[in-house]
């Protein structure tokens, strides 16, 4: 994306404020970003509105301290930090109807055939046919990834190469993890009857 020249230069630095006002500008900058951005924001493009050698880290730590008590909280989810609703107003957006969360209208077998891919990936369709017992359609296929939370991985070194299916980062974004190792542990989610033992 091309510069637009007729913006003026950021002033990253701030050198004319007092240190404490400068650090308070940088943690508004950043808010003004995350409240931006529909997506995580990553710590080098943080890093790009605040000055040389400032933690990002620790401004995002005082600005998650500033917000405490808010309906809404930064948490760090796919490789940088993003405002979300604080899980104790789920049930009020739930109410006010069809204002968010994308995940609500999976049915419960969408949901496990993600879940599958989640702990299986890359795998194929026959893969998933072996967990479920079952054809996995084309269309439950198409569902999930129109809503980005699965996508195409490499092909299988299979015979034909089939396709296979991965999550996406709006998968990490959509269940407010980091990366994939924060997935809960297969033997716990068996022993709660999540899943079932394969």
């Known amino acids: 994306m091309a510069k637009d020249r007729s913006a003026p230069e ?7 404020l007092p240190p404490e006002l400068r650090w308070r500008e940088w943690m508004r900058r950043i808010e003004a970003v995350l409240f931006a951005s529909a997506s995580p ?4 493009d943080l890093a790009r509105v605040v000055g040389q050698g400032a933690s990002v880290d620790l401004l995002v ?6 917000i405490e008590g808010r309906a809404f909280e930064i948490t760090q989810v796919a490789g940088g930090w993003m405002f979300r609703t604080r899980a104790a107003y789920a049930p009020a957006i ?3 109807g069809d204002v968010g969360d994308q995940l609500l209208d999976l049915s419960e077998f969408d949901a496990a055939v993600l879940a599958a ?3 299986n990936q890359p795998i194929t369709r026959d893969g998933l046919k072996d967990i479920f017992g079952k054809e996995i359609s084309r269309d439950l296929i198409g569902r999930l990834h129109a809503r980005g939370l699965i ?9 034909g190469a089939p396709y296979t299916y991965v999550t996406t980062g709006q998968f ?5 993890f980091e990366s994939l ?3 809960p542990d297969r033997e716990q989610l068996v022993d709660a009857g999540v899943i079932a033992e394969v």
């Open 10 to 16: 950021l002033d990253r630095e701030l050198s004319d």
């Open 41 to 44: 924001v990553p710590r080098e």
């Open 61 to 66: 730590e005082d600005l998650a301290t500033d």
């Open 94 to 96: 739930r109410s006010a």
């Open 117 to 119: 891919i989640a702990y």
């Open 151 to 159: 996508g195409t991985g490499p092909r299988s070194p299979r015979r």
């Open 172 to 176: 990490l974004v959509a269940f407010g």
């Open 181 to 183: 190792r924060d997935l």
